[in-house]
T-cell receptor
């Protein structure tokens, strides 16, 4: 079945370390997105990519970086510059004409 | 994209219909109404969307007022598994990939036995 896979499901990081969250989709979708969700809050857009080798900052891009070298992959790196990285991270994808966005199951990042 | 207003929470009895309201008074003529839901600790799930006509699928019905300033998502027979946060979003038609999806606070629905 087609879908989006995020890994790992849970991730622990020491302060000052960079960490990369994986997002892979086999839906042949053109666009991919990264959202951050804090407890009891809605989703906030970090970065998005409309096409391979191109991406744009979302509303809260500071302290994060992405790459889009392949259509099916959109990894997110949480850098040490992100002051409060503990959150639930969601990846999504879509294409023109699709019925909405497809989301992954999320990665819960905790800084220890 | 137009802003939406939803009640922060509501309860519903199992087996009864759940009616979730959404106000979008600044909606533009080319903006659709989308509904998603997020079960705890999972990614949001697409439910339904519409422009001006009422829509129905296997999950829910969407009723949009004639002036399009508000809409109601109807879960016809709520089950305990429908307990989730429901998000109402308005945005332009997805003719091109890359349109951003902006989420508000949503409505936290609790289905009780």
């Amino acid at each position: 079945d087609g879908g989006i896979t995020q890994s790992p499901k849970y991730l622990f990081r020491k302060e000052g370390q960079n960490v990369t969250l994986s997002c892979e989709q086999n839906l042949n979708h053109d666009a991919m997105y990264w959202y951050r969700q804090d407890p009891g809050q809605g989703l906030r857009l970090i970065y998005y990519s409309q096409i391979v080798n191109d991406f744009q900052k979302g509303d809260i891009a500071e302290g994060y970086s992405v790459s889009r070298e392949k259509k099916e992959s959109f990894p997110l790196t949480v850098t040490s510059a992100q002051k409060n990285p503990t959150a639930f991270y969601l990846c999504a994808s879509t294409s023109a004409g699709a019925n909405g966005y497809t989301f992954g199951s999320g990665t819960r990042l905790t800084v220890v | 994209d137009a802003k939406t207003t939803q009640p922060p929470s509501m309860d519903c009895a199992e087996g009864r219909a759940a009616n979730l309201p959404c106000n979008h008074s600044t909606i533009s003529g080319n903006e659709y109404v989308y509904w998603y839901r997020q079960i705890h600790s999972q990614g949001p799930q697409y439910i339904i969307h519409g422009l001006k006509n009422n829509e129905t699928n296997e999950m829910a019905s969407l009723i949009i007022t004639e002036d399009r300033k508000s809409s109601t998502l109807i879960l016809p027979h709520a089950t305990l598994r429908d307990t989730a946060v429901y998000y109402c979003i308005v945005r332009v038609e997805q003719k091109a990939a890359g349109n951003k999806l902006t989420f508000g606070g949503g409505t936290r629905v609790l289905v009780k036995p």
